[in-house]
């Protein structure tokens, strides 16, 4: 997911892995579906690019089969490392991965049939930039399909006044990053400025009562939480707060949790 020279909010490599296999538990169902509906085929050749721990990638690559080609890529050395060796135990020899920046891949041109990320250009300062550089990397008909968060359509019902400070303070983040955590609604906008046409849209939101997936955005709160202090968005006695009353909404399965939108843009080049 990183995918910048800015430091990484959340936690990567090993540490990380548990709260990436959440978030592929609480949206990776329909990722998978779009890609296949898109026409993800045996022989083609794809990248994932701010692949993390590769939990798409290994997907990819379990479709286009062995006479395919999926190459992964993250700017994170650990994330990388975690991909590469989960990918050698399935045996999966027509995957690699790479360390690289979405805006510089060093990927080849015109290469791929498929080039996808996942919440990925939300953490970018210049995202028009990353998707530039995937539009160049795709074969002519090739397709783009991209998907990016609205952290601010996180809530729960009833609502609950300390949830609603716990995305504001997500939000705020991302400001005094100079990133976008609402990118996902805008995004088709950025397709368009970096030359594609006919650009399409689906938008994907769990809405939950129970289980681990229930708690995703809790998590991912409480793995940015240093760095929302570093930034003064916060103090600890206020972290605690938010942190048993997001607890207590996790286990009361008369709250309703809205996950936050995912926004599916994708065209073909």
Not at 115 to 134: I, N, S
Request: aromatic share 6%; hydrophobic share 40%; with cysteine.
């Amino acid at each position: 997911m990183p995918s910048d020279n800015q430091e990484y909010v959340l936690v990567t490599g090993d540490a990380g892995a548990a709260r990436l296999a959440l978030l592929h538990d609480t949206y990776g169902r329909n990722t998978e579906s779009l890609l296949r509906e898109l026409g993800l085929a045996p022989g083609m050749r794809a990248a994932d690019l701010g692949c993390g721990t590769g939990t798409v990638s290994r997907w990819m690559a379990s479709v286009v089969g062995v006479t395919g080609e999926v190459v992964g890529a993250d700017v994170s050395a650990e994330q990388v490392q975690v991909a590469t060796r989960e990918a050698a135990r399935m045996g999966l020899a027509q995957l690699r991965h790479v360390q690289a920046s979405v805006y510089d891949t060093g990927l080849p041109r015109e290469h791929f049939d498929v080039v996808y990320c996942r919440f990925l250009l939300c953490h970018v300062g210049d995202p028009a930039a990353g998707v530039r550089e995937m539009r160049a990397m795709l074969k002519p008909g090739g397709l783009l399909l991209c998907e990016d968060v609205d952290v601010g359509s996180v809530e729960c019902d009833p609502p609950s006044p300390r949830y609603d400070r716990m995305r504001d303070i997500m939000l705020a983040l991302g400001r005094s990053r100079g990133v976008d955590y609402r990118l996902g609604p805008r995004l088709h906008r950025v397709f368009r400025d970096a030359g594609f046409g006919d650009v399409q849209v689906r938008i994907d939101q769990p809405v939950l009562s129970r289980g681990e997936t229930k708690r995703f955005w809790e998590y991912t709160f409480l793995e940015a939480a240093p760095a929302m202090l570093r930034a003064g968005l916060t103090d600890e006695s206020e972290l605690r707060e938010l942190a048993a009353e997001m607890a207590r909404v996790a286990k009361d399965e008369s709250v309703m949790v809205a996950q936050a939108k995912k926004v599916q843009v994708w065209a073909r080049r």
